[in-house]
């Protein structure tokens, strides 16, 4: 079962593999870019798929998804780096955008999270937590594309939304 945790106005939802099998197989390929890489933030659009992994209710306007599995593979203070850009993603408004502005301003919402990110934590650690995350997501887009991972990483720190974030954290 998924545990819950509450903090300053957010729901925080760990979630465990057997979690993942409830959502579904075609939620769990969408995870490649979300879940895999351990958290997500849903909005009230989106609640209805994960408030039944949870017998509590959600009573906050926004919920952090946590894939328990990824606690183990970033460690505890990447783990917290990542967690601040999802928060900053909140209190930045990027989850009151429609879908179309969500879209036309990913990089800029991306940057942003990791300026709030980085404000916390620095710029050399939060540029370490997303090399972290362009490793921990290599071998799992290399697999879905049928690719190296060499060739994933390159193309992540080369010519990608992760490329740009990067640069900006030097
Ligand atoms: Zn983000």
Not at 51 to 58: E, G, I, M, Y
Not at 83 to 102: F, Q
Request: with cysteine; aromatic share 10%; proline share 1%.
């Amino acid at each position: 079962m998924a545990k819950v945790e509450i903090k300053d106005d957010i729901t925080y939802l760990t979630i465990y593999r057997s979690d993942f099998e409830r959502i579904g197989e075609g939620q769990f390929y969408s995870g490649a870019m979300h879940q895999c890489a351990g958290f997500a933030v849903i909005d009230k659009r989106r609640f209805k798929q994960y408030q039944q992994l949870t017998d509590q209710k959600f009573t906050t306007e926004f919920v952090i998804v946590i894939y328990d599995e990824m606690r183990v593979v970033y460690g505890d203070k990447v783990l917290d780096i990542i967690l601040s850009h999802e928060v900053g993603h909140i209190k930045l408004g990027h989850l009151r955008m429609t879908d179309e502005e969500a879209i036309a301003n990913k990089t800029k919402i991306e940057l942003e999270a990791d300026d709030y990110a980085a404000k916390i934590h620095g710029k050399k650690a939060v540029h370490r937590a997303l090399m972290k995350t362009v490793k921990v997501l290599a071998p799992i887009f290399a697999k879905y594309e049928k690719t190296t991972i060499k060739a994933v990483l390159e193309e992540l720190t080369t010519d990608s939304i992760f490329a740009h974030r990067l640069e900006a954290l030097v």
